[in-house]
């Protein structure tokens, strides 16, 4: 099979990549994706909630047990189907602050400031919450909406947060993103706005576009220092296809490094020790890896009727449905977050550097995944946004279906423990402030026990999870542990880029969709423009 290009994964990048790449009928694109097309639970936002452990849609991986996380093999979901993680993910839309794309930019990564991927944000969307214009687009595949701020909890939340000083920010995607805000979501008229419905649904029929779901990427196939195909298996038959042009890999941030290295392409100890040739020595492959790693505080609430443990449960979740399939919204329709506050953890600091988000409701886990405790309560969490631990992802065996090892090292940098235990300190300020009276708060956890650092931060090693954003395996730069360069391009390999969240050379400021869909656009407008420049 020949095509002009192939991309691996349809995920947030990769089905970006493929609807811009076919987007000129006489360019051949092959897509492979691993998993299957979709699952009905994927269309129904709350549905995230029942992918979060299904092996039908999820790659189900876990962390290595770390000594600084109490031992515990922190769960690392993964999206695997048409959409890839923004078919499972809790729809959350946040770009980043203009800080975090000049930083990459600076270092060493021309093309990635703020102001020029602007643009890629504002083509992607088409962004329903106003807001204005010099930011925000509108006529983009993505469809992206406000979470309306009905519930009263909300508007208890935004008055208690301006009580201990944090403003309210209608826009946390426009000029700045300081503030508390009602979450934008991947969301419209009551259904999830994944990559798969917004980018890959509308173009089904395009003749020069082949989708093959079920294909899971075993190699790249390689001819001295230009990739030339894949290779891949359907239902565990073998089947090669050549890129004329370029092969781009979009297989996520745990992933893509594990193809390269199935690919002899990292570092050559490593891969001899796996029986692997090493085609191509490059030190940074499953390097780097960062994520938000975030302790949920938890608050019960003794006013009735304020959560969703009192109005999504038993016969009023039968009020649910019928809301939902009216209005499409309510607790079916929600946000895994409704809302979120951006905030410095002191004064003086340029721009905010944690991140708040809450959820309506107590949950408990299920056999089907979490579902909604009978206590009422609310669960907060709490993290630095730019944490400066970094861990790695390595492949451990020649076998693509092995699981690589992911090794994520949270808390090795001294200061991320300092900030997360500001964030819970800012945490509690809020859900104690006069506001928040009438709802008749109290503390469940950590609990007002713990009240010194010493005993915060060992609450945090104990209990906290990642909020999904693995990140920077694949690192975009110029120095010796770059994977990657500004264009996209596998350092020392023609023919091959790689365009998902593991190029990214520090985590965002905020949830890691919105940038990684940038990524996708950017990746496919530098691919065509260097084809027309050959
Ligand atoms: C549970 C969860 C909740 C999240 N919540 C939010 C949120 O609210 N807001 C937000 O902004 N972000 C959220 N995220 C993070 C966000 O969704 C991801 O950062 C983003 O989707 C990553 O995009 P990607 O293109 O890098 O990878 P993915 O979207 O994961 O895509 C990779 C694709 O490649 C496929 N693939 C992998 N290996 C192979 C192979 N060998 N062959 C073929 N195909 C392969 C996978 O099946 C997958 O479809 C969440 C993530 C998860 C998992």
Redesign the pocket.
């Known amino acids: 099979m020949y095509f002009d290009y192939i991309v ?7 089905a970006v990549v493929a609807n811009r790449l076919s987007a000129d009928p006489r360019t051949k694109v092959l897509l ?4 299957p097309a979709s699952h009905p639970w994927s269309r129904i936002p709350v549905g ?1 909630a029942r ?2 452990t299904n092996p039908a849609a ?2 189900l991986y876990s962390a290595e047990p770390e000594s600084n996380t109490n031992g515990r093999r922190i769960p ?19 770009r980043g602050q203009a800080q975090d794309f000049d930083t990459w930019a600076q270092m060493g990564n021309p093309g990635w400031t703020y102001d020029s991927v602007l643009p890629f944000f504002r083509r992607m969307e088409a962004y329903q919450g106003g807001g204005d214009d010099r930011f925000r687009g509108r006529e983009g595949p993505l469809r992206v909406t406000n979470s309306e701020p009905r519930e009263p909890l909300y508007a208890a939340l935004i008055e208690a947060a301006g009580e201990v000083g944090i403003a309210h920010n209608p826009d946390y995607n426009g000029a700045r993103q300081e503030g508390i805000a009602m979450s934008q979501a ?1 969301i419209a008229s009551g259904r999830r706005m994944s ?1 798969a419905r917004c980018y890959l649904d509308p173009i089904r029929r395009r003749a020069n576009l082949r989708i093959v779901t079920g ?4 190699n790249l196939l390689l001819d001295g220092r230009r990739c030339t195909g894949v290779c ?1 298996s359907v239902s565990g038959t073998r089947h090669e296809a050549q890129a004329a042009r370029e092969v781009i890999v ?7 490094p ?2 390269l290295e199935l690919s002899g392409i990292g570092q050559p100890e490593r891969l001899q020790k796996l029986g692997i040739a090493v085609r191509h020595a490059l030190p940074g492959v499953g390097e780097n890896l960062r994520d938000h790693y975030a302790p949920r505080t938890r608050w019960t609430v003794g006013a009735k009727g304020i959560t969703y443990n009192d109005t999504g449960r038993g016969l009023a979740l039968v009020r649910q449905a019928l809301r939902y399939a009216i209005a499409g919204d309510g607790l079916l329709g929600m ?3 409704p809302i979120r506050a951006f905030v410095r953890s002191r004064d003086g600091l340029e721009a905010p550097d944690l991140l708040l988000g809450w959820v309506p409701m107590f949950t408990e886990p299920g056999p089907k995944g979490p579902r909604i405790a009978r206590q009422s309560g609310v669960t907060c969490y709490a993290h630095p946004m730019r944490p400066e631990s970094r861990g790695h992802v390595h492949a451990i065996s020649a076998d ?1 279906r092995t699981p690589p090892a992911i090794n994520f090292n949270f808390l090795s940098a001294p200061a991320d423990g300092a900030l997360t235990i500001r964030a819970v300190q800012i945490a509690r300020a809020i859900m104690t402030a006069p506001a928040m009276a009438p709802l008749r708060v109290a503390e469940a956890a950590p609990g007002p026990a713990l009240t010194t650092d010493d005993e915060i931060l060992d609450w945090v090693r104990r209990v906290a999870e990642t ?5 920077g395996t694949c690192k975009m730069g110029a120095d010796a542990m770059a994977v990657v360069d500004a264009r996209l391009r596998v350092r020392g390999i023609a023919g091959l880029r790689v ?4 190029i990214m050379p520090t985590l965002t400021s ?8 940038m ?2 656009e950017k990746a496919a407008d530098m691919v065509l423009k260097d084809a027309a420049a050959a």
């Open positions: 691996v994964g349809a995920g947030s990048a990769g492979l994706e691993a998993g995230y992918l979060l999820n790659w690392v979901p993964r999206g695997r189907m048409l959409g890839g993680s923004s078919a499972i993910n809790g729809l959350a839309f946040v991947t990559t294909a899971l990427t075993e891949y979009s297989a996520g941030s745990i992933n893509s594990q193809l946000v895994g977050a693509p909020t999904y954003h693995p990140v365009a998902d969240a593991s905020g949830n890691t969709n919105a940038p990684t869909i990524i996708g």
